[in-house]
C-alpha cells in the first residue's frame, strides 16, 4: 500500500504542479503574443492533467483512509470516509483539494476554460492546498501557518519552473514560432529569480523540519531521499545555464536545445518522484 501511496502522491503532484506552472508561465514567455499551436496543446493538455490529478487525488484519499483504519475494504466504506475527510486535518484540507479540482476540470471542459485568469486563479488555489499536506502539517500555531506559507512559495516555484520547461518545449517545436532569442532571455530572467525561491525555501523546510542545516545520517532514508533530489535539481541547474550560454546561437543548435530542455524537465519529475517518497517518511531530527 505504500508503494501505490507514493505512486499517487507522484502523479497527482506532477499533474498539479505543470498545471499551474505551464498556464502561470506562458504571459511571462510570449506575453500577449498569440501562438495558437501552443494555445491548443495548453488546452487539451490542461483537460488531461486536471482530470488525473482528480483520479489521483481520489485514490490517495482511499488510500490514506485505508492506512488509517487499518484495512483495505474501510476506503470504500462511506462511514470510514466520512470520518476521515471530517475529523483529520488531512481530511479537511483534502476536501477543499478535491473539490477545486472537480471545480477546474468542469470549467476546462465548457467554454469558461478559455479564460486564463480564472483557470489560473483556480489552479493555483489548487496548488496551495496541496501545501499543508505532509511535512508542512507537523507543526502548530504561527510556526506551521509560516511553514505552510513556505510551502506554497517553495510548490509555487518548482510548478513554474517544471511548466515554464514544458511550455518552453512546446515553442521548441514550432517551425513558425516567436523568436528563440527573445523567449530564452525570458525565460532564463525568471528562472533566476525561480532559483533563489527555491534555494531560500528549500533551506528553510530542512531546517524546520529536522533542526540542521542537514540531516544525518547522510546516506540512509529521509537524508538519502533529499539527497537525491538535491543532486537531480543541481543537474536541472548545469542544464539551464548551459541553455543559458547558447542563447545567442540557439537557432543554430535547435536539436541540442530541445534535447537540453527535454532531459532538464525530465530530471525535474525525477525529482518530483523523490518528493514524493519524501513526503511519506518522517524527518530526521537533531
Known sequence: ??????????????????LFGAWGFRPLLLGRTPCAAVDRN??????????????SGASWLLLITASMAG????????????????????????????????????WLLTRLGERPALRLTLAALLLATLAPVGHGAMLDGLSGQLLILNQIVHLGCV?????GLLVL??????????????????????????????????????????????PTPLFSGFALILLIKVLLVLGMFALALFNRLRTRDSQR?????????ALEW??????????SLLGTLPP???
Request: charged fraction near 10%; charge should be positive.
Open 159 to 163: 510548478s513554474l519552473w517544471l511548466g
Open 253 to 261: 543548435h535547435l536539436s541540442t536545445l530541445r534535447a537540453s530542455v
Open 1 to 18: 500500500m505504500s508503494t501505490l501511496l507514493v505512486l499517487c502522491r507522484f502523479v497527482h503532484f506532477a499533474a498539479v504542479l505543470l
Open 71 to 106: 484495512s483495505g475494504s474501510a476506503a470504500l466504506d462511506p462511514t470510514t470516509l466520512r470520518l476521515v475527510l471530517g475529523k483529520t486535518f488531512f481530511g479537511q484540507v483534502w476536501s477543499w483539494h478535491l473539490l477545486l479540482n472537480a471545480a477546474l476540470l468542469v
Open 169 to 214: 518545449l512546446m515553442i521548441l517545436r514550432q517551425a513558425d514560432g516567436p523568436p528563440l532569442e527573445q523567449v530564452l532571455r525570458r525565460f532564463s530572467g525568471v528562472g533566476y529569480g525561480l532559483v533563489a525561491g527555491l534555494l531560500v525555501t528549500g533551506l528553510i523546510n530542512v531546517r524546520v523540519l529536522t533542526g540542521q542545516l542537514w
Open 284 to 286: 530526521l531530527t537533531a
Open 266 to 275: 525530465l530530471l525535474g519529475i525525477a525529482a518530483v518522484a523523490a518528493v
Open 42 to 55: 495548453l488546452a487539451r493538455l490542461g483537460r488531461w492533467l486536471a482530470a488525473i490529478a482528480l483520479a
